[in-house]
């Protein structure tokens, strides 16, 4: 089994870690009713996706 010839030091190591941060969720407001939405779908709140009624939903 192969072991390490020299101990890790912790940049270098910290380095190797940086690359695998969580990244937030890219968020946008629908055009139509200004709630947020997740980009290039369809808004769960109106139904429109790039100005055209999609699905039709409740209006309360």
Known sequence: MAVPKHRTSKSRRDRR????KI???GV???PQCQE???PHRIC???GVY???T???TEEV
């Open 44 to 46: 769960p709140n109106c």
């Open 17 to 20: 870690r940086a690359t695998q």
């Open 54 to 56: 999609v699905i039709e």
């Open 36 to 38: 947020a939405k997740l």
């Open 28 to 30: 946008v407001k629908c």
């Open 23 to 25: 990244s937030a969720v």
């Open 50 to 52: 790039r100005g055209r």
